[in-house]
């Protein structure tokens, strides 16, 4: 048994190709978050890194890796599907390169990983690269243990082969990886390719060593399929002739984007309900609705809004399509902006929809002169507008009176006449159907100075104009 020292070196181009992939997917598809030690894993479980390595400069075996062939005898029986392009066998398919392909599998999923224009099972940039797309199948986050489950089971249907790729993951994970060169890497036996592999420390049992479920050995956890037989969909599997590992069955859809479906901003009016609904469709990678999937529904912000019920949070399930739309949202007394973010878990990127109310009630000023009059004499007219959700709040109640700037009733400076013709500094006033209010004449008094008046809706929105008397 080799050390452990040993046991952490990965031929140096056979990690580059783990660390490379892992990079590539992280930018073409981040919702996954594939890292290169499950990539390692898989890699010393079916090839033992590529056989040590044993690889030219540019990723390529330089020996054939197959294993064994899937006649029926002991693994699945898969007749030819590439005409013996990868495997050679033009009667039945065995699986290819460093990371164990059937060709009918590399036919959906083969990647040309390091550029070169071709798509080479036996190239171990190609095969890395492939096999992370294959385990990010059907908007899988392998942040998620039961995503990551799900995905191993998926590359080889045995209980045992997860086990073993699960201790060498957390190896990885736990103590890294030392680069060795090209051809110096162990070879350890007991492959998924038919050779012999130890695990690493801590070891799992006799029974979960890679490769010790290749045949059916009468413990009813099938074998490995002569290494790996990925099938992913939209490919058909094998049918299925008693043997676990004919091919996994395609993973259920899962939610690998959030699309927004409905206008990401709204307006309401203080009290009342917001006339759009925030509306997001979930989607896999490749476009398609997912149904049955929570999307929840929160609110944020000081306005006072919540959803129909009560509540700032509501889940809802997707429907057939992939759509959730969020109840209604009822507007709360407070004016301001708020955020309602739609969330599914596992990796998927929120969607904010941005949400404001507006007050009811508006007050302003008709006409922007400055309000100036010498002392003794009076003001011009001033005329104020209320509005009530945009439209004129007829024979609505203002309340017109002298302020100080602490805003108490002021007893000096302008003032109204009462109907006797006394001076008053406070009025109770209502708009006309228009919603306007014009003012009696303002006398300005004697004395000179600024002055403040302060008009008043019955519902507390306020206006304050500033006198002049020089």
């Known amino acids: 048994m080799e050390d452990e020292a040993d046991e952490s070196g990965i031929p140096a181009t056979v990690l580059d190709a783990y660390k490379q992939a892992e990079s590539r997917l992280a930018r073409s598809n981040p919702g996954c978050n594939l890292e290169w030690e499950l990539l390692a894993a898989i890699g010393r479980v079916e090839s033992g890194h590529a056989r040590g390595g044993d690889v030219t400069a540019d990723g390529t075996t330089r020996n054939p890796i197959l294993g064994p062939v899937l006649n029926g005898n002991g693994f699945a029986n898969i007749t030819d599907t590439d005409g013996g392009e990868y495997d050679g066998d033009t009667t039945h398919d065995r699986a290819v390169g460093p990371m164990q392909f059937i060709p009918s599998t590399w036919a959906t999923w083969g990647s040309d990983g390091n550029d070169d224009g071709e798509r080479n099972p036996d ?4 095969a890395a690269l492939s096999a992370g797309r294959y385990l990010c199948a059907g908007g899988r986050d392998l942040s998620s243990q039961a995503d990551l489950e799900a995905a191993i089971l998926g590359y080889n249907q045995s209980q045992s082969y997860l086990r073993t790729v699960l201790t060498w993951y957390d190896f990885y994970k736990e103590g890294g990886a030392d680069p060795v060169p090209d051809g110096s890497g162990a070879d350890p036996g007991d492959r998924s390719d038919g050779i012999n592999t ?12 890679p490769g010790k479920g290749g045949k059916d050995d009468g413990k009813g956890d099938g074998g490995n399929g002569g290494g790996s037989t990925p099938s992913p969909g939209p490919s058909d599997p094998p049918p299925d002739d008693g ?8 993973p259920a859809p899962t939610i690998s984007d959030l699309r927004v479906v409905s206008p990401q901003s709204s307006s309401a009016y203080t009290g009342a309900d917001f006339a759009e609904r925030p509306k997001v469709r979930g989607v896999t990678a490749r476009g398609a609705g997912v ?47 708020f955020t309602i973010r739609a969330t599914t878990g596992g990796g998927v990127s929120p969607v904010d929809f941005a949400a404001e109310v507006e007050a009811s009630y508006g007050l302003a000023r008709v006409g922007d002169a400055a309000l100036t009059a010498a002392a003794g004499g009076e003001f011009g007219a001033v005329e104020a507008k209320v509005t009530y959700r945009g439209g004129p709040a007829a024979e609505a109640p203002v309340t017109a009176a002298m302020v100080t700037e602490a805003g108490e009733q002021n007893d000096k400076g302008p003032f109204f006449k009462d109907a006797e013709g ?40 306020t206006l304050t104009l500033e006198l002049t008397v020089e």
Do not use: C, H, M
């Open 291 to 337: 149904s049955g999937k929570t999307v929840t529904f929160t609110i944020s912000g000081q306005t006072g809004a919540v959803f129909a019920g009560g509540g700032k949070t509501a889940s809802v399930t997707t429907n057939g399509s992939g759509y959730a739309t969020a109840p209604v949202v009822k507007a709360g007394q407070l004016t301001g902006d």
């Open 422 to 461: 006394n001076p008053v500094r406070k009025l109770n006033l209502t708009t006309a159907g228009d919603g306007t209010v014009k003012l009696p004449t303002i006398q300005a008094g004697d004395e000179t100075g600024k002055f403040l008046l302060l008009l008043t809706t019955s519902e507390g929105v």
């Open 198 to 209: 130890p695990s690493p420390s801590p070891s799992p049992s006799e029974s979960d060593k």
């Open 243 to 250: 043997d676990d590992d004919n091919g996994p069955e395609e």
């Open 123 to 126: 190239n171990v940039y190609d």
